[in-house]
């Protein structure tokens, strides 16, 4: 299977556009442990076809609550993430742009324990910025 460029699913869309970055931008303002599981679906369809060193930068911003269900379910994604894919992916980019946004974040690290690289940024440019000068370092 080869890679496209766009992936969909309720929860979020994936952009490929500037690989070996992917953009993850998130769709809802109040997501569901269904959107979770959905997310980690695509997310394994597509990281499956992945045999290079990627970054990846994840744009919350529409996300306004994440029940605690969603954010376990979340955190326990990122736990496979890390033991399926900690080979490829090199660093997450985290666009968090408020505070509830910034907590309930928190609380997927807590929940996954995770040992990825990651930083946090107010706004999708600066992650943008922030991951474009790190790349060549990062893959």
């Given at each position: ?43 394994k ?64 690290v ?30």
């Amino acid at each position: 299977m080869r890679l496209k460029k766009h992936y969909h699913c309720n929860f979020c869309d994936f952009d490929l556009d500037e690989f070996p970055i992917i953009k993850i931008t998130t769709n809802v303002h109040e997501p569901t442990v269904e959107d979770i599981y959905g997310y980690q679906i695509l997310k394994k369809e597509i990281f499956n076809q992945i045999d290079q060193e990627v970054v990846f930068i994840f744009d919350t911003t529409s996300v306004k609550w994440m029940g605690a269900e969603a954010r376990i379910a979340l955190g326990e994604g990122v736990k496979d993430s890390e033991k399926h894919y900690s080979h490829i992916i090199k660093k997450a980019y985290m666009v968090i742009p408020n505070l509830v946004a910034n907590i309930l974040f928190k609380g997927v690290v807590l929940v996954s324990n995770t040992k990825f690289k990651y930083s946090v940024h107010k706004t999708l440019q600066d992650a943008h910025t922030t991951a474009k000068e790190e790349l060549s370092v990062l893959v």
